[in-house]
Nanobody, 127 residues
């Protein structure tokens, strides 16, 4: 069981990207999902999460009102839409999953709570 991220790349400040996180070998129906990011020399930080039901979403203060998390059960995929990107958003972005029987909860950390991770996708915001 693993997660596979895609959609990262180089974008100019103010631009947009959409990251995807696809589950391979298992269904995401019983997992809440979080996106983390880690810049060089910094700790991994949670930026967003979404409940199994999809009705609960959370965002860290630096990305609130710019990022949108969503999930598509039919595609077994979670997305992170990132708008108005800033140079400080530059980082490796990871998705991670936690199995749960609670439909209306999600947490953005700590990383040790999450037992399935992807390999990461690099996002670079630069002119």
């Amino acid at each position: 069981s693993r997660l596979v991220e895609s959609g990262g790349g180089l974008v100019q400040p103010g631009g947009s990207l959409r990251l995807s996180c696809v589950a391979s070998g298992f269904t995401l129906d019983y997992y809440y999902i979080a996106w983390f990011r880690q810049a060089p020399g910094k700790e991994r930080e949670g930026v967003s999460c979404i409940s199994t039901s999809g009705d609960i979403t959370k965002y860290s203060d630096p990305v609130k009102d710019r990022f949108t998390i969503s999930r598509d059960a039919a595609k077994n995929t979670v997305y992170l839409e990132m708008n108005s990107l800033k140079p400080e958003d530059t980082a490796m972005y990871y998705c991670a999953a936690v199995i749960t029987n609670l439909q209306h909860i999600c947490l953005m950390g700590p990383p040790i709570r999450f037992n399935v991770w992807g390999q990461g996708t690099q996002v670079t915001v630069s002119s």
